[in-house]
């Protein structure tokens, strides 16, 4: 064998080696790009949906609302003032009366028709004065007096009464919650709203 002939098969076995770490190479980018695009695409069904704003009621989410029927977006707002034993004071007040803020929503039918009503009773004291018992429990018994307690049951907002106006078979259906916060919150709606339907916008209704 020539030099010639062994410096050409060198010059091969050379070319061999640099080809084989070149498409060595080649290959782990390919890997790893294909690893870096796996990376950023999103997993099928990982991205959050937009979700809409959660409706309220003087500081209550308003979490279930019943299939067929929206929340008026004019709520309503008003001042009753009552005597520290909860029974309507009038006006003017005297200096042992309390303002109690009033806020309510409305559900509405696809008509606009009323289908129920969310209200809040917030009685309004210093921040250094809670709500007295004895204030308390009169606001609560102007919505219980008269009424027939079908059933006592806990929500998130405090503890809720399922009544009646009757035990006439056409009597609707109300609820009446004693707040945690000492707020007082009646559920009211039309004749033909199921009691069921009432309690589970009653216990959808959480402290915002």
Not at 114 to 128: E, G, H, K, L
Not at 133 to 157: Q, S, Y
Not at 172 to 197: F, H, K, M, Q, S
Request: aromatic letters at 6%.
């Amino acid at each position: 064998m020539t030099d010639e002939f062994l410096h050409r098969v060198q010059r091969g076995v050379r070319r061999r080696r640099m080809f084989r770490v070149a498409a060595a190479g080649l290959a782990v980018l390919a890997v790893t790009s294909a690893v870096a695009v796996t990376q950023l695409r999103p997993a099928p069904g990982s991205v959050p949906a937009a979700s809409a704003a959660v409706p309220d009621v003087d500081r209550f989410l308003i979490s279930y609302i019943p299939t067929g029927v929206r929340i008026d977006e004019q709520g309503s707002s008003s001042t009753l003032i009552i005597r520290s034993d909860g029974t309507d004071a009038g006006t003017p007040s005297g200096p042992q009366d309390l303002n109690v803020a009033v806020s309510m929503r409305r559900f509405e039918q696809a008509n606009g028709g009323s289908y129920m009503w969310i209200t809040v009773f917030r009685p309004s004291t210093p921040p250094s004065q809670p709500v007295s018992a004895t204030t308390f429990n009169g606001l609560l018994n102007r919505h219980l007096t008269g009424a027939i307690i079908v059933e006592n049951f806990d929500v998130p907002a405090g503890k809720a009464r399922l009544t009646r106006t009757s035990t006439a078979d056409n009597a609707g259906y109300g609820i009446v919650i004693a707040g945690t916060d000492r707020t007082v919150i009646t559920i009211e709606a039309n004749l033909r709203v199921p009691a069921d339907v009432l309690k589970a916008v009653a216990t959808g209704l959480t402290p915002a």
